[in-house]
């Protein structure tokens, strides 16, 4: 069975992110979305709450996912999983230098997990979730960048406290 790993912070989870979990889904047997506890960052969303997000979200496709958080080291994490395969997404040529160094650190950890890249649909390439909570704060729209029940839960969120 060919496992992959989808590692990020999902904070929140974006149409692009599901967008390439479900191009992934062509690549592997079972996806393990790895929600990364990166709650030193200041996340918007607890851990918990990122993949409780990211599993109702991921209950639409008719595939093997599972979501599971990590806070270990990525490589350890997938070795762990027995994953041989790493998904990455990719919306720009910035994302691609960082993406590139990591892939080069990673394969030093380990030379039998590979890293594959996606390019993020042409109508997803501008999501960031960073972007979308900024919006979110200044009352923008988000609608088009994020499920229905994560931009209701952004929205919570980010709504003035009176």
């Not at 989808?6 to 592997?28: E, S």
């Not at 042409?122 to 999501?127: C, F, S």
Request: hydrophobic content about 45%.
């Amino acid at each position: 069975m060919r496992i992959g790993l989808y590692p990020g912070t999902f904070d929140p989870v974006t149409n692009g992110h599901l967008d390439i979990i479900g191009r992934a889904m062509k690549l592997v047997d079972r996806l393990v979305v790895g929600v990364a506890q990166n709650d030193d960052k200041g996340p918007l969303f607890l851990t918990d709450e990122r993949v409780e997000m990211v599993r109702a979200e991921v209950a639409r496709f008719d595939a093997d996912i599972v979501v599971k958080p990590f806070s270990s080291l990525l490589m350890h994490f997938a070795e762990e999983l027995d994953a041989s395969v790493i998904v990455r997404g990719l919306r720009a040529v910035a994302d691609f230098e960082y993406e590139f160094q990591m892939t080069a650190m990673n394969q030093r950890l380990n030379q039998d997990i590979e890293t594959v890249f996606l390019m993020a649909d042409p109508r997803h390439q501008a999501i960031a979730s960073r972007l979308v909570k900024e919006i979110a704060r200044l009352d923008g729209d988000i609608d088009s960048f994020v499920p229905p029940a994560v931009a209701a839960a952004v929205r919570q969120k980010v709504k003035p406290h009176s």
